[in-house]
């Protein structure tokens, strides 16, 4: 019995979408506290699922599912588009959020759960800077999501403008990712350059690829200098059990 239409899976086709996920938190100036929130919290702070460069996403993703810590009330907070996928609030303490992210309908796809640890201190060696200025402290995260043989559906909206306007607001005016390849086609690309909001970029890439080929270079020259270290020894081993008279097959 033939597949109902547009269920049909594209064959030999991987698609997929960039995203990135994070937090932002700032101290609460005591001199603006607000007057419903627990005497004990000292941040105010924002997890959230993003495009790269204020590219829309609710094309591909329909909600997202945040999991606080159990002592907030309603710990399971669920935003769906057109609403930003986004969770504000108070608190002192920092712990592991997870989020569930569920695809549209026309995606037939499982949901999948990404895990972020919401971060309210400045960490690293700019650390003591950031305290004394009283800097946000944002933590993100880039990350891509694949589809693997889409259904004929999802294929076309992921690869095309998709359907009407009902998802909510379009890509940003100005964003690169708004760009549209070969007429309708929809891109994935990443922008050429980092900006103010968004340090995931082609240009921060090379600079990772770069970092990383140098790391590696001086993991394998480490590896040279150990196995010549290690055959001298052996060799070493090998004239002390001739001096001693003991046979080197003996265990």
């Known amino acids: 019995m033939p597949a109902p239409a547009g269920t049909k899976r594209v064959k030999g086709v991987s698609i997929y979408r960039p995203f ?3 937090s932002v938190a700032k101290l609460i100036d005591p001199k603006n506290r607000p007057l419903n929130i627990s005497p004990d919290h000292t941040h105010q702070w924002t997890v959230w699922v993003r495009g790269v460069d204020g ?3 609710s094309y591909w993703l329909k909600k997202v599912q945040f999991k606080l ?3 907030y009330s309603q710990s399971l907070r669920t935003i769906e588009a057109p609403e930003q996928f986004e969770v504000t609030e108070t608190g002192w303490g920092e712990f ?3 989020m569930k992210l ?3 309908n026309e995606a037939a796809e499982k949901p999948q759960s990404i895990y972020h640890n919401l971060k309210l201190h400045p960490y690293g060696p700019d650390a003591e800077r950031q305290r004394e200025n009283k800097e946000p402290i944002i933590s993100q ?3 891509e999501v694949v589809f693997n043989e889409p259904v004929e559906n999802f294929y076309e909206i992921l690869t095309t403008g ?3 306007s009902s998802r909510g607001k379009g890509p940003s005016k100005g964003s690169k990712q708004a760009s549209l390849k070969k007429g309708n086609e929809r891109t994935a690309e990443l922008p050429y350059a980092e900006g103010s909001d968004n340090p995931f970029s082609q240009r921060s890439e090379a600079k990772e690829l ?3 080929g140098v790391a590696r270079k001086q993991v394998e020259q480490f590896l040279k200098e150990e196995r010549v270290k290690l055959q001298q020894r052996e060799e070493v081993l090998v004239d002390l059990k001739k001096e001693t008279g003991v046979s080197s097959k003996a265990r």
């Open 102 to 104: 569920w695809f549209v």
């Open 96 to 98: 592991e959020v997870t």
């Open 55 to 57: 590219e829309d996403i």
């Open 69 to 71: 810590h159990e002592t």
């Open 141 to 143: 995260q880039y990350d």
């Open 210 to 212: 770069d970092r990383l």
């Open 162 to 164: 998709g359907p009407p």
């Open 20 to 22: 990135t996920y994070g």
